[in-house]
């Protein structure tokens, strides 16, 4: 099992970008998939990006899709979500989360069994 931590969420204005990060403690990111989801307020949490080590798939929800990019800094084992063009409505709580094996042409959290704490993201009008 590993241990993640996200950081990097923050207050931005519309239009503006953020860097997210996805740091891995008591091993590494060899062979699994990491995934970024968040939660805005009132609304179900969502997959939005996904990187996987173990078949090399990637995955954008359409939302965040020529937005956002997922990359990772294996020699860091560190996993970072490049977000631009930032709305109002990416607004909300954003985890990352990993799993040993799996791909990233499906996402979805039940998958997943490590999670990180969580970063706030606020983007104002």
């Known amino acids: 099992e590993v241990q993640l931590k996200e950081s990097g969420g923050g207050l931005v204005q519309a239009g503006g970008s953020l860097r997210l990060s996805c740091a891995a403690s008591g091993g590494t990111f060899d062979n699994h998939a990491i995934g970024w989801f968040r939660q805005a307020p009132g609304k179900e949490r969502e997959g939005i990006s996904c990187?996987?080590?173990?078949?090399?798939?990637?995955h954008y929800a359409e939302s965040v899709k020529g937005r956002f990019t997922i990359s990772g800094d294996s020699t860091k084992n560190t996993v970072y979500l490049q977000m631009s063009s930032l709305r109002p409505e990416d607004t909300g709580v954003y985890y990352c989360?990993?799993?040993?094996?799996?791909?990233?042409?499906?996402?979805?959290?039940?998958?997943?069994?490590?999670w990180g704490q969580g970063t706030q993201v606020t983007v104002s009008s």
């Open positions: 990187i996987s080590n173990y078949d090399g798939t990637t």
């Open positions: 989360a990993s799993e040993k094996w799996i791909s990233c042409l499906v996402m979805a959290g039940v998958h997943y069994g490590s």
